[in-house]
């Protein structure tokens, strides 16, 4: 390992060494938050993958495990591959994920908690009944994986989803089983399914309540409630999902607007985030989704510095009627208790082609929280964000990154810079006319986030929805070394980015406030904290 690493992050989760992938079966237990995830515990690469597992009192200072589930089985002697909990009972949990198996074929499994008085749950039992699920005639063993957490529908039977392709089209769906005692499973229908969105991994659903912020476990349904369905689509590594209402008589799920469906609709997140799950958080009345980060940097470095892939800040998740068919995502609260030294200012005025330098001792580690006014008042277009609006957010943020100065914007962060910004990585609002009105994007541009040339420096970015009495743009960004976090407009679009500056350490990483627009912009308040390191623990 590199004995210097100022890639590694200050309080997101990664493990000691080696590679991470897809976070797997969160829940919480007796006082502990589990976190499983796919783990090569030889390399820096991917493969040989376990079930890696660390334990939390508060999502954020974590307690490293061993791991829990390890190929040793003609089932699972290829991989241990993702999957998700379910509480059978109160003090029943167990796990459901896929095998690679001795014949390359993927077969799903359960493992059964074997000392449920242990909080930490560090004993897991793969039953005799084992592989429980395979794929049958007509069906593609390759492409048959990722169980869902489970969930009892009106007949009292309990539901799950597996994540699968139809070949011929490349159409992407979620196949509906069901079981009466969660060992014996049987195909009930395809819940859902979008032509040409090929292979959907690890998908996702879930009940949320209309307008209220209080999360519900993965059974509930009710006139109250919605459900979200996302797939990680593996053509594309993002994952889309799409709000809608499921029917738990006929077990069918109809989304809102098929214009924006699963997998052309919307994602979570429009930089670098995948292979998501959510999990019920007893302990506080909560959904939270955990995400996949994967460096930007390429395979010789990652070996080098010994280590592979980040997880996103947990973020709780619910819908609000100020996100047309949307969902809000906001880093959990807990994640505040690392703020320390507080900077803040109000009322700043950006004139054109100004650059306002921030204070902050360390800002490699650093949260922030900036309210612009909304510099037009003139109408702004709802745009719906399907594909191709995706695209062409992609287009506009890199053009504008690049070299485009507008009416309005670009406006926003350097975070990671150096003083005399030859590095930067720049988040910012840019407002688009169009024969609607304004069209506001947010954009994360890491063109310049490093001198390293083997980087893939890709900009990100989405329009936002500005909806009908909001007067201002906000932006919440956290960074963390090598990961930056954005949360736009209260966590309506979110935008996670990586960036490996070469001259940016502790001592001389630099924040900025910017404006390239032609028009003034005005800063309403800035709140900087710096924070806190977490130090995890071996057990
Ligand atoms: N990762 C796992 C699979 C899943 C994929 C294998 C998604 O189960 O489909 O590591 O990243």
Redesign the pocket.
């Given at each position: 390992l590199q004995k210097y690493q100022p890639y590694r992050t200050a309080f997101h989760f990664q493990p000691i060494k080696n590679w991470m992938?897809?976070p797997n079966g969160p829940l919480f237990y007796k006082g502990y938050y589990h976190l499983f995830y796919?783990y090569n515990p030889y390399g820096a690469v991917?493969g040989n993958?376990v079930w890696g597992h660390a334990v939390s009192t508060d999502l954020i200072h974590w307690i490293y495990l061993p791991a829990v589930l390890i190929p040793d089985q003609w089932y699972d002697i290829k991989?241990i591959?993702?999957?998700s909990a379910t509480f059978l009972s109160k003090d029943n949990p167990v796990l459901l994920y896929?095998g690679w198996s001795n014949a390359s074929t993927q077969v799903q499994n359960m493992a059964v908690a074997a000392n449920a008085s242990d909080p930490l749950l560090r004993s897991w039992s793969k039953i005799l009944e084992n592989p429980i699920l395979v794929a049958t005639a007509g069906m593609n063993s390759s492409n048959f994986?990722?169980p869902t957490t489970g969930w009892i529908s009106l007949d009292g039977l309990w539901r799950i989803l597996i994540?699968s392709k139809i070949d011929k089209n490349g159409t992407g769906l979620a196949l509906l089983y069901k079981s009466h005692d969660f060992v014996n499973w049987e195909l009930d229908h395809p819940l859902h399914s979008v032509a040409n969105t090929g292979m959907w991994?690890?998908p996702d659903f879930y009940p949320v309540l209309i307008n209220e912020k209080k999360g519900l476990d993965t059974s509930a349904n009710g006139p109250l409630v919605k459900h979200v369905l996302k797939a990680?689509l593996?053509d594309k590594k993002h994952d889309y999902y799409a709000v809608g209402t499921y029917d738990s008589n006929a077990n069918i799920f109809i989304p809102e607007n098929k214009m924006i469906d699963v997998g052309i609709g919307l994602r979570y997140d429009y930089g670098k985030y995948?292979?998501s799950k959510t999990f019920y958080d007893d302990n506080k009345q909560r959904r939270i989704l955990w995400g996949?980060v994967n460096e930007s940097d390429n395979v010789a470095a990652d070996i080098a510095k010994g280590w592979s892939s980040v997880q996103g800040l947990p973020r709780k998740v619910w819908v609000d009627d100020s996100n047309p068919h949307g969902i809000k995502q906001w880093p959990i609260e807990e994640i505040d208790d690392l703020r320390h030294a507080k900077h803040s200012k109000k009322n700043l005025y950006l004139k054109q082609g100004s650059i306002f330098k921030l204070q902050a001792k360390r800002a490699t580690q650093l949260d922030i929280e900036v309210i612009f006014d909304l510099p037009s008042h003139e109408q702004q277009e709802l745009v719906v964000n399907n594909g191709m609006a995706q695209i062409e957010a992609q287009i506009s943020c890199t053009k504008v990154g690049a070299f485009e100065k507008g009416v309005y914007g670009p406006f926003g962060l350097y975070v990671l810079a150096t003083d005399d910004l030859q590095e930067r990585t720049s988040i910012f609002f840019y407002l688009e006319h169009s024969s609607k009105g304004w069209r506001t994007l947010v954009c994360s541009d890491q063109s310049r986030s490093t001198l390293l040339p083997d980087v893939d420096k890709t900009v990100y970015g989405s329009f936002v929805p500005i909806t009908k009495g909001e007067d201002f743009l906000s932006l919440r960004v956290i960074v963390d070394h090598s990961i930056i976090e954005t949360f736009a407009q209260g966590g309506k679009v979110c935008i996670t980015s990586r960036a490996y500056p070469i001259r940016v350490n502790d001592d001389s990483a630099h924040l900025y406030l910017f404006n390239h627009g032609n028009q003034t912009i005005q800063v309403q308040s800035i709140v900087v904290w710096e924070m806190s390191n977490v130090v995890f623990d071996s057990y």
């Open positions: 992938n897809d796919q991917w993958i991989g591959w993702s999957g896929t994986r990722d994540g991994e690890c990680s593996d995948y292979a996949w």
